[in-house]
């Protein structure tokens, strides 16, 4: 059964400063990976997408990584700003056949200080 | 707004009500899906519709109850549910399999007395 865990659960930095989420999955059978941001009781923003075949995807300050065989990908944030606060979701789909599950970690919660 | 539309945003209802969530999409995806966020828990999946047909239960108790009209549409009706069914219900699409990733409605935040 596949299971993600994003380290770590929260994160407090200053304004200014790059940093990194991260996320492990335990299946590296997946057909990609998404980074969503969510608001407070809001729904989900989707980020970026990996697709299994990709190393990495960027958009703007954001720059997501994946190492499949390691189980492994990373969220880059560079230059934070305090509209970047949010809680950040990575999700995997897996890759049976079929309709597609997201499976999702319990993302880690930013919070960037002015 | 993301494509994906769900109503009501918020909603309050006793044990016995009878109330139905909604969510539309017009991005020509042909999946939908039905998740539950409850407080400090990852997403849970609760159903999935593929081409209107359902595709998959994951264990839902059947006080919920899905509906697919069409690959716009997707209804959640709910009876008789209970306080811990307070959450974030979230709907999402995607062009199955998804291989260009999903998109998420704004959720309707669901809280029962």
């Known amino acids: 059964k596949q299971e993600v865990t994003q380290i770590p659960a929260a994160l407090s930095v200053p304004e200014g400063e790059n940093l990194v989420l991260n996320c492990s999955f335990t299946d590296s059978a997946i057909y990609n990976l998404q980074w969503f941001r969510q608001d407070p009781g809001k729904g989900l923003t989707s980020l970026l997408l990996?697709?299994?075949?990709?190393r990495e995807q960027t958009s703007g300050r954001l720059n997501a990584s994946l190492d499949k065989s390691s189980g492994r990908s990373t969220l880059y944030i560079a230059a934070s700003q305090p509209g970047d606060s949010a809680t950040y979701l990575c999700a995997v789909a897996p890759s049976q056949g079929g309709s597609e599950k997201l499976v999702f970690g319990k993302g880690t919660k930013l919070t960037v200080n002015p | 707004e993301t494509g994906v539309t769900q109503t009501p945003r918020h909603l309050v209802m006793g044990m016995t009500n009878k109330k139905s969530l909604k969510c539309e999409q017009h991005?020509?995806?042909?999946?939908m899906y039905w998740y539950k966020q409850s407080a400090k828990k990852p997403l849970e999946l609760m159903f999935v519709y593929n081409f209107k047909e359902q595709t998959e239960n994951n264990s839902v108790p059947s006080r919920f109850s899905p509906e697919c009209p069409n690959s716009s549409h997707l209804f959640l009706h709910l009876h008789t549910l209970q306080p811990e069914d307070s959450a974030l219900y979230l709907c999402?699409?995607?062009?199955?399999?998804?291989?260009?990733?999903?998109?998420f409605g704004s959720g309707t935040r669901l809280t029962v007395v």
């Open positions: 999402a699409s995607s062009q199955d399999p998804g291989y260009y990733g999903y998109t």
């Open positions: 991005l020509g995806h042909n999946a």
């Open positions: 990996i697709q299994s075949s990709q």
